[in-house]
């Protein structure tokens, strides 16, 4: 469904590589050292950078001439970007229609959404009368409703505690199985990729090295950098 072909990129000195492809449907924890280039191959996808060379596609179709807003591409950050003087109901309606005017068969998908991820209580409140996990629920609730086959997410749960986080990654994984929604996730989690991954992209100095299913990913794998950062982390989580 993605395929970044031999897509080059230059920033401050660091040159980064990309080439490799993603399966419609999968939902692909992308993992690597900081700085190796993670949140930039996300950018890059989004439409926030441009290549210097190479080709981005989806379903055989280039997008490097499209805004980030025209690509097919849903998006959650760290900051959950939640406006703070709409309430949790009118931040997931910015997600079908910027100036909220939303008919009868919306206001019934931020209900139904607003379930599945359990804000539909809360759907009068401000966001600084909500929880970080709740707000976080809200601001998915408002990707899914876009109704987008792309979700990227840039370790948009690192902040809450590891019984949640987990949680909600699984809530996404429910989700995006249930709309046919393909996931690029990053994370320094080892324990969340394999939670919920289907597969795992390891990038190391600019370049994925390595495009594989889930169950590849271990201590022992043939790749030295991704066996190295594996023992790194796992310890680091013990």
Same mark, same amino acid.
């Given at each position: 469904?993605?395929? $970044?072909?031999?897509?080059?990129?230059?920033?401050?000195?660091?040159?980064?590589?990309?080439?490799?492809?993603?399966?419609? !449907?999968?939902?692909?924890?992308?993992?690597?050292?900081? @700085? *190796?280039?993670?949140?930039?191959?996300?950018?890059?996808?989004? !439409?926030?950078? *441009?290549?210097?060379? @190479?080709?981005?596609?989806?379903?055989?179709?280039?997008?490097?001439?499209?805004?980030?807003?025209?690509?097919? &591409?849903?998006?959650? $950050?760290?900051?959950?970007?939640? $406006? /703070?003087?709409?309430?949790?109901?009118?931040?997931? @309606?910015?997600?079908?229609?910027?100036?909220?005017?939303?008919? /009868?068969?919306?206001?019934?998908?931020?209900?139904?959404?607003?379930?599945?991820?359990?804000?539909?209580?809360?759907?009068?409140?401000?966001?600084?009368?909500?929880?970080?996990?709740?707000?976080?629920?809200?601001?998915?609730?408002?990707?899914? #409703?876009?109704?987008?086959?792309?979700?990227?997410?840039?370790?948009?749960?690192?902040?809450?505690?590891?019984?949640?986080? #987990?949680?909600?990654?699984?809530?996404?994984?429910?989700? *995006?199985?249930?709309?046919? #929604?393909?996931?690029?996730?990053?994370?320094?989690? &080892?324990?969340?990729?394999?939670?919920?991954?289907?597969? $795992?992209?390891? &990038?190391?100095? !600019?370049?994925?090295?390595?495009?594989?299913?889930?169950?590849?990913?271990?201590?022992?794998?043939?790749?030295?950098?991704?066996?190295?950062?594996?023992? *790194?982390?796992?310890?680091?989580?013990?």
């Amino acid at each position: 469904m993605i395929n $970044f072909s031999q897509v080059n990129y230059h920033y401050q000195h660091q040159n980064f590589e990309f080439d490799l492809q993603v399966e419609q !449907g999968s939902l692909v924890a992308i993992l690597g050292p900081s @700085g *190796a280039g993670k949140s930039t191959l996300l950018n890059l996808l989004a !439409g926030f950078i *441009a290549p210097m060379k @190479g080709d981005i596609t989806i379903e055989q179709q280039s997008i490097l001439s499209q805004a980030p807003n025209q690509r097919p &591409i849903a998006i959650l $950050f760290q900051d959950n970007n939640l $406006f /703070a003087h709409l309430t949790a109901y009118q931040n997931i @309606g910015l997600g079908l229609h910027p100036g909220l005017k939303l008919d /009868a068969q919306q206001k019934q998908l931020i209900q139904t959404m607003s379930e599945q991820v359990e804000v539909d209580k809360l759907l009068t409140r401000l966001p600084e009368q909500l929880s970080g996990g709740q707000q976080q629920r809200v601001a998915l609730a408002r990707c899914f #409703v876009q109704n987008k086959p792309i979700l990227l997410l840039d370790e948009p749960f690192s902040a809450l505690d590891p019984v949640l986080r #987990v949680a909600m990654l699984e809530r996404v994984s429910s989700l *995006a199985k249930l709309q046919n #929604v393909t996931v690029l996730m990053v994370t320094h989690h &080892i324990s969340d990729a394999l939670a919920v991954a289907s597969h $795992f992209v390891f &990038i190391d100095q !600019g370049k994925a090295t390595c495009v594989e299913n889930i169950n590849q990913l271990q201590r022992t794998h043939k790749n030295e950098q991704l066996a190295q950062f594996m023992s *790194a982390e796992v310890d680091a989580d013990r």
